[in-house]
């Protein structure tokens, strides 16, 4: 679950051209674990309106 969310995440970032993106790649783990946690809430957003 989390390895889906992620990939979907980044790509998600990587279109919206956040700094996100990079804190998931160069911070700690602590800091990897909470922006992947604000992009499930982003990305059960965007499931939302694609329903």
Same mark, same amino acid.
């Given at each position: 679950?989390?390895?889906?969310?992620?990939?979907?995440?980044?790509?998600?970032?990587? =279109? @919206? %051209? +956040? *700094?996100?993106?990079?804190?998931? =790649? @160069? %911070? +700690? *783990?602590?800091?990897?674990?909470?922006?992947?946690?604000?992009?499930?809430?982003?990305?059960?957003?965007?499931?939302?309106?694609?329903?």
């Amino acid at each position: 679950m989390y390895k889906y969310i992620e990939k979907k995440c980044i790509m998600h970032l990587e =279109h @919206t %051209h +956040t *700094h996100t993106l990079t804190f998931m =790649h @160069t %911070h +700690t *783990h602590a800091r990897k674990e909470q922006n992947i946690n604000y992009c499930i809430q982003h990305s059960e957003r965007l499931i939302y309106y694609l329903l």
